[in-house]
Each structure stands twice: as C-alpha cells, then as structure tokens.
C-alpha cells in the first residue's frame, strides 16, 4: 500500500544485495566451524522470509506466544502487511550458511523518519485484537519518549522481529544480527538504531551488544496500570523495552 511506503530510500551507490558480515560458527551435525554471512534479503527471496518468520519469529515472540497469534490468520496477514514495506526498502538482512541458499535467520530492519508516522497509519490496517494490542503495548513504552526529540535525529534504523532457525539456535546468531546493524548504519550515515524489545532473551542479547535501556517496564506493573492487558498474565518474559545503540 502506498501509503504504508516510507519516505527514506535506500541510496543507489551501495549495491544491493551487499554482505555486511560474516563470521565462523558451528555447522549443523558437527563441530566443525564453516563460514555464515549476513546479507540482505533479496526481493525475490521475501516469500520464503515471511515463511520463516510465521514458523519462528511469531511462535517465539512472548506477546504473541501468550496470545496465540501465530495460530491466528489474521495477525499473520497484519506482519505480512507490515514487513512488505520494510523488504521493498531494501533494508531487512537475511543469513545463509556457506555453500547453502536455506534461510538460517532474518532480521527484519528498516530506516523509519520522523515524518513516516508508520506506526499510526500501520495500525489502521490491522484486522487481528492480538497485533494491535501487540501495538498498544508498545504504545505504553513510548508515551514519555521520543526517539527522534531525544538523540536530535530525523531517521534512524530500526528493527520489526528478529529470528533464528531454531536448528541453529545456540550459535550465538542473533549477537552477528545485532552487531551488523552498526554497519548498516555507518554506511547509510544513521546515527543510531533503535528497537522495541519484547523477551528477556533479546533484550539480554541487546545489552551485550552495547544498547542503551531508554524504557523498561515489567509486564506485571503493565497488567496493574492497565488492567485490560490482564490476558497476558502468563506471559514468559519479564519486561519490555525501548532500547538505542548509539552508532
């Protein structure tokens, strides 16, 4: 949808697709360390991302997980809704495995601006309970902060779902993703990278990699300010995050 585009384009001076990283991890049935690399994804490769993502990234996600959206056609669609725009800018970063094309890992980035107000206008669209009140609890974290008046920035990258396979979890994976959006940043010239945080796994990940905290509220102060978020009492993490990595 047009007006779901946003305003930053990627400049036409940096090839596409680039490798931003590589780094030497553990193959699948031995011990042996073979070469991954970390690229972004091609268009015609965005199927089998959104694939990925429903299977990993939307079973796995606490919010989600705790509301059942990843057995829910509709909060599917919302993402899929969602990520188009993000992969038609030229920004999501996908991992391969020396000599294979499988998906190992996506991380779904993309460069937002101060004028895109896609949050907003996202939100009108979404047609599952479970993806707005995703929206609605991120919402709470940004009612006392703003990015773009605080770092005194237009645009920055930022980050909608990060997942590995789970056959090449513990490979310290998702660390290389986070990593790599220093690169992303240095050569599109963003000052920084910001990132609603949802797991106590990522937001540990998030720390190593050198964010900065900007909000953390746990789910059970949630649940007592906003009563109406009751049905994620069983939720599997403790709290959410707004956190910046300053580039």
């Avoid at 606490?62 to 800018?89: C, F, N, S």
């Avoid at 990278?193 to 949630?222: L, R």
Wanted: net charge negative; charged share 25%; aromatic share 12%.
């Amino acid at each position: 949808m047009s007006d779901l585009a946003f305003i930053w384009k990627r400049p036409n001076t940096i090839a596409f697709p680039k490798v931003w990283h590589t780094f030497q991890a553990r193959d699948l049935d031995s011990d042996e360390l073979i070469e991954y690399r970390i690229q972004d994804l091609p268009l015609d490769r965005f199927d089998e991302a959104l694939e990925h993502m429903n299977a990993n990234y939307n079973q796995d996600e606490p919010i989600a997980q705790v509301l059942d959206g990843g057995k829910q056609t509709e909060h599917l669609e919302d993402y899929k809704l969602a990520w188009r725009p993000m992969a038609e800018q030229k920004v999501p970063l996908v991992c391969f495995k020396e000599g294979s094309d499988e998906i190992v890992g996506i991380n779904m980035l993309f460069v937002i601006n101060k004028d895109d107000h896609f949050m907003e206008k996202i939100y009108g669209h979404f047609k599952s309970q479970v993806t707005k009140d995703i929206f609605d609890l991120m919402m709470i974290l940004y009612e006392n902060f703003d990015p773009f008046q605080h770092y005194g920035v237009d645009e920055y990258l930022s980050s909608f779902g990060l997942s590995v396979s789970r056959k090449y979890r513990g490979r310290s994976i998702g660390d290389h993703f986070l990593a790599t959006r220093k690169n992303l940043c240095n050569e599109f010239a963003l000052k920084l990278t910001h990132t609603f945080f949802t797991s106590d796994f990522s937001n540990h990940n998030a720390d190593k990699a050198g964010f900065e905290t900007n909000v953390a509220i746990k789910y059970e102060d949630v649940i007592k300010t906003h009563p109406r978020f009751n049905h994620i009492k069983n939720i599997k993490s403790k709290a959410m995050t707004l956190k910046t990595m300053v580039c």
